[in-house]
């Protein structure tokens, strides 16, 4: 399994991003697909999830954040919006395949005001 993520940078408060991570190595249309984050100094989050036809956002992201996915293109991407000074994180891909746990490299996301 291999995931491929990018779309990170440097922003403005207020602006907007979107992230892509593209899989091979597995079968992506029941794959469950996540984004995760994690700050300097901080555990990492779980971001947003896309698993079964549904989707869930953290609480801090949710109606900002869209996680989205394009099964013919094994691609999964979360567009983010109105970002804020604390979404500055290193941004990871995440895949749940056969009950393990599989990592993009990180994507850097920088927020500034």
């Known amino acids: 399994v291999q995931l491929q993520a990018s779309g990170g940078g440097l922003v403005q408060a207020g602006g907007s991003l979107r992230l892509s991570c593209t899989a091979s190595?597995?079968?992506?249309?029941?794959?469950?697909m996540g984004w995760y984050r994690q700050a300097p100094g901080k555990q990492r989050e779980l971001v947003a999830v896309s698993s079964g036809g549904s989707t869930a956002y953290a609480s801090s992201v949710k109606g900002r954040f869209t996680i989205s996915r394009d099964n013919a293109k094994n691609t999964v991407w979360l567009q983010m919006n109105s970002l804020k000074l604390e979404d500055t994180a290193v941004y990871y891909c995440?895949?749940?395949?056969?009950?393990?746990?599989?990592w993009g490299k990180g994507t850097q996301v920088t927020v500034s005001s």
């Open positions: 995440n895949v749940i395949h056969r009950s393990m746990y599989y």
């Open positions: 190595g597995m079968t992506f249309r029941t794959a469950h």
